[in-house]
């Protein structure tokens, strides 16, 4: 239902152009990015409300990390500019159908396979 796709290995300084492929899905109210790096929690990126567009970023990755999404080919499209050896890890897309709780992993319903992101320096 959420495939990411996009990840690769990238010199620090390069951009990134990552997707999400969204299907079978029967709301598609916030649209979400996390990240997991080695040994460490599955962390906030961004997300974006499918239907007004309105996003949010965490602030390790505001002014980089682009987040769109396309409601015709159903896909969720991030960019990211400036990588960063620290943007190395594991990243999902996700969903859920409200946005009462934080935005953390726990509170998001459903989840694709990540795609591997790996910085060198």
């Known amino acids: 239902q959420l495939q990411a796709s996009g990840g690769g290995l990238v010199q620090a300084g390069d951009s990134l152009r990552l997707s999400c492929a969204v299907s079978?899905?029967?709301?598609?109210?916030?649209m979400a990015w996390f990240r997991q790096a080695p040994g460490k929690e599955r962390e906030f990126v961004a997300s974006?409300?499918?239907?007004?567009?309105?996003?949010n970023y965490a602030t390790s990755v505001q002014g980089r990390f682009y987040i769109s999404r396309d409601r015709a080919k159903n896909t969720l499209d991030p960019q990211i500019y400036t990588v960063k050896t620290e943007d190395t890890g594991v990243y999902y897309c996700a969903a859920r159908d409200n946005v009462v709780f934080p935005r953390a992993a726990q509170y998001y319903t459903n989840w694709g396979k990540g795609t591997q992101v790996t910085v060198s320096s």
């Open positions: 079978g899905l029967t709301f598609r109210y916030e």
């Open positions: 974006i409300m499918w239907e007004g567009g309105s996003t």
